[in-house]
């Protein structure tokens, strides 16, 4: 037995090498596979963590800012390429608010109108109950504040939920400034939109996205929008209208306005830098 033991231990080493070489081997292909079967973000930027942008958040122009979109729907292909310049306001497609979980990604914008016949629920979502969103949106709302507070940041809410009716006299005033201003009809009524959305065409009128409010005229160095930046996502908000997106969303950009898109699709948006035309596909 002595006599053969070199030649025994010899062959239970080379087991043991092809063993650990077969295993190192497999495990590399399995990561190669699990890695191919992950999903893929479309987009690889990252957000930028301190997007500047000019605006006052006075009431009138804020409310007035509160046209926005949303997508429906969780998009794996997100398109990137910037649409061509508008050289008139589009007849928007009508849609209808969906009944699933993707209502919170719904997009409306000068391309997609709320059917007439859709009413939000609406709940009061400041301290002094004057001001309401969708029920939905208002509770979330809630969460952050509270949480805002608890870090002892101030989130005032200046505007909410805007009627259509209180669109439409928003936006015929800004038509008719610029047409005052020497614009013809056509031209006021698309520069007017990149401030104040028609009716219908703003997130606003169905209760979806809030102003904050801030008693300084730059929004995007208060510690509130510091704050936004940092935690909103968490509760389903995202900073709508930034400046490096607003040949996608067209509209200017509006740093204390923030649209509940729910927490997954927030925090995506944020971390890929992308808007939510472009997260639900629809870019224009």
Same mark, same amino acid.
């Given at each position: 037995?002595?006599?053969?033991?070199?030649?025994?231990?010899?062959?239970?080493?080379?087991?043991?090498?092809?063993?650990?070489?077969?295993? %190192?081997?497999?495990?590399?292909?399995?990561? +190669?596979?699990?890695?191919?079967?992950? =999903?893929? =973000?479309?987009? &690889?930027?990252?957000?930028? !963590?301190?997007?500047?942008? $000019?605006?006052?958040?006075?009431? !009138?122009?804020?409310?007035?800012?509160?046209?926005?979109?949303?997508?429906?729907?969780?998009?794996?292909?997100? @398109?990137? $390429?910037?649409?061509? %310049?508008?050289?008139?306001?589009?007849?928007?497609?009508?849609? *209808?608010?969906?009944?699933?979980?993707?209502?919170?990604?719904? /997009?409306?914008?000068?391309?997609?109108?709320?059917?007439? &016949?859709?009413? @939000?629920? /609406?709940?009061?979502?400041?301290?002094?109950?004057?001001?309401?969103?969708?029920?939905?949106?208002? !509770?979330?709302?809630?969460?952050?504040?509270?949480?805002?507070?608890?870090?002892?940041?101030?989130? &005032?809410?200046?505007?909410?939920?805007?009627?259509?009716?209180?669109?439409?006299?928003?936006?015929?005033?800004?038509?008719? &400034?610029?047409?005052?201003?020497?614009?013809?009809? $056509?031209?006021?009524?698309? +520069?007017? %939109?990149?401030? /104040?959305? @028609?009716?219908?065409?703003?997130?606003? *009128?169905?209760?979806?996205?809030?102003?904050?409010?801030?008693?300084?005229?730059?929004? $995007?160095?208060?510690?509130?929008?510091?704050?936004?930046?940092? *935690?909103?996502?968490?509760?389903?908000?995202?900073?709508?209208?930034?400046?490096?997106?607003?040949?996608?969303?067209?509209?200017?950009?509006?740093?204390?306005?923030?649209?509940?898109?729910? =927490?997954?699709?927030?925090?995506?948006?944020?971390?890929?830098?992308?808007?939510?035309?472009?997260?639900?596909? +629809?870019? *224009?």
């Amino acid at each position: 037995m002595k006599k053969y033991l070199p030649l025994i231990l010899a062959g239970v080493s080379l087991i043991l090498i092809f063993a650990v070489a077969f295993g %190192a081997s497999r495990s590399a292909r399995l990561k +190669k596979l699990r890695k191919a079967d992950d =999903p893929q =973000p479309a987009v &690889t930027t990252t957000a930028p !963590e301190g997007t500047s942008a $000019a605006g006052e958040p006075g009431s !009138e122009s804020r409310i007035a800012c509160e046209g926005e979109s949303a997508g429906e729907g969780e998009s794996t292909e997100i @398109p990137t $390429a910037a649409p061509t %310049a508008l050289t008139e306001l589009p007849v928007p497609t009508v849609i *209808n608010m969906p009944t699933d979980e993707s209502w919170s990604h719904v /997009v409306i914008n000068i391309f997609y109108q709320m059917n007439e &016949t859709y009413e @939000p629920m /609406v709940a009061p979502a400041d301290e002094r109950g004057e001001i309401v969103l969708d029920e939905r949106v208002a !509770e979330a709302y809630k969460q952050m504040a509270a949480a805002a507070s608890a870090d002892g940041i101030k989130l &005032t809410l200046a505007s909410g939920y805007v009627a259509p009716s209180r669109q439409q006299r928003l936006y015929d005033k800004q038509v008719e &400034t610029l047409v005052n201003g020497g614009l013809s009809q $056509a031209e006021a009524a698309l +520069k007017a %939109a990149y401030t /104040v959305l @028609p009716p219908r065409c703003s997130e606003a *009128n169905y209760g979806l996205s809030v102003d904050i409010g801030w008693t300084e005229d730059d929004f $995007a160095s208060s510690p509130a929008y510091v704050w936004l930046r940092a *935690n909103a996502a968490k509760y389903g908000f995202v900073e709508r209208y930034t400046a490096d997106k607003e040949q996608i969303t067209h509209f200017r950009a509006s740093p204390w306005h923030w649209r509940y898109v729910g =927490p997954d699709a927030a925090q995506y948006m944020r971390e890929y830098n992308v808007s939510l035309e472009e997260y639900a596909g +629809k870019v *224009n």
